[in-house]
């Protein structure tokens, strides 16, 4: 089976968010007929909301102007998300495309099997997927303040977020690996509401796991191996 592949690119969040929701319009309306992936980072701090979520709920406004990071709304759900130092993937997909896609639940797993085969390949051992996620605190939480089902964690440490839309056959699903140790004290606690701060003895990366300085390329480079080999395609570059 062949699948769509963008190029990795850094590139604004509005540009993000509106590319995804394009690729998936595409799709449903028979635009397009195959799954695509594609990779990307931001071109600066930006925190994502999911897509039933306002910013004066779940963050701080006066924090992001003040550190001039990005917000954008998703077109998936979850919560919300700081992209820093981060690299995201989405796929969009019909679920009659592969076996895996059949359910929200199905999805989540095998995307999530593929990620800890993408770290594995960098060194990195993963913690068996949680069949059951933590309780949350309060609908307030950051992404990173809780573990839901099938997330990979290292040493139980949280290293990925993910999120999902289903609409009739078709699905978006938004993930984002932590790669680079880099959210300060500002990052982890003056962002959110008061009593959700970040704890960073339960978050790590890429960089903390391996203790060494990661190369992006080579990271999405062993991202698309593990897609390719766990869902038995091949990419039609673009």
């Given at each position: 089976?062949h699948?769509r592949?963008l190029p990795?690119g850094?590139?604004?969040?509005e540009?993000?968010?509106?590319?995804?929701?394009?690729?998936?319009?595409?799709l449903?309306?028979?635009k397009s007929e195959t799954?695509?992936l594609?990779f990307?980072?931001?071109?600066r701090?930006?925190i994502?909301?999911?897509?039933?979520?306002?910013?004066?709920?779940?963050?701080?406004p006066?924090?992001?102007?003040r550190l001039n990071?990005?917000?954008v709304t998703?077109?998936?759900?979850?919560?919300?998300?700081l992209?820093?130092?981060?690299?995201c993937?989405?796929?969009?997909a019909n679920?009659?495309?592969?076996?895996?896609?059949?359910?929200?639940?199905s999805?989540?797993r095998?995307i999530a099997?593929?990620?800890?085969?993408?770290?594995a390949?960098?060194?990195?051992n993963?913690?068996e997927l949680?069949?059951?996620?933590?309780?949350a605190r309060?609908?307030?939480n950051?992404?990173?303040?809780m573990l839901?089902?099938f997330e990979?964690?290292?040493?139980?440490?949280k290293i990925?977020?993910?999120a999902?839309?289903?609409?009739?056959d078709f699905?978006?699903q938004?993930?984002?690996v932590?790669?680079?140790?880099?959210?300060?004290?500002?990052d982890?606690?003056?962002?959110?509401?008061?009593?959700h701060r970040l704890?960073?003895?339960?978050i790590?990366?890429?960089?903390?796991?391996?203790?060494?300085?990661p190369v992006?390329?080579d990271?999405?480079?062993?991202?698309?191996r593990?897609?390719r080999d766990?869902?038995a395609?091949?990419?039609?570059d673009?």
């Amino acid at each position: 089976m062949h699948w769509r592949y963008l190029p990795f690119g850094t590139f604004t969040g509005e540009h993000n968010m509106s590319l995804d929701r394009q690729l998936l319009d595409d799709l449903q309306s028979g635009k397009s007929e195959t799954p695509t992936l594609r990779f990307y980072c931001w071109d600066r701090p930006t925190i994502s909301l999911g897509t039933n979520q306002t910013a004066e709920e779940v963050v701080i406004p006066d924090q992001i102007q003040r550190l001039n990071y990005g917000l954008v709304t998703r077109p998936t759900g979850g919560r919300a998300l700081l992209h820093k130092g981060d690299i995201c993937y989405a796929i969009i997909a019909n679920r009659k495309s592969h076996p895996a896609f059949f359910s929200l639940t199905s999805t989540y797993r095998a995307i999530a099997q593929s990620i800890a085969a993408m770290l594995a390949s960098l060194g990195i051992n993963t913690t068996e997927l949680p069949q059951t996620g933590t309780p949350a605190r309060s609908n307030l939480n950051p992404c990173f303040a809780m573990l839901n089902p099938f997330e990979v964690t290292v040493r139980g440490r949280k290293i990925c977020g993910s999120a999902q839309f289903r609409t009739g056959d078709f699905f978006l699903q938004h993930g984002s690996v932590r790669i680079f140790d880099n959210w300060n004290e500002s990052d982890l606690c003056s962002l959110w509401p008061e009593g959700h701060r970040l704890d960073s003895s339960q978050i790590t990366s890429i960089e903390l796991e391996t203790q060494s300085r990661p190369v992006i390329n080579d990271v999405v480079s062993a991202f698309e191996r593990a897609i390719r080999d766990s869902f038995a395609v091949s990419f039609d570059d673009e």
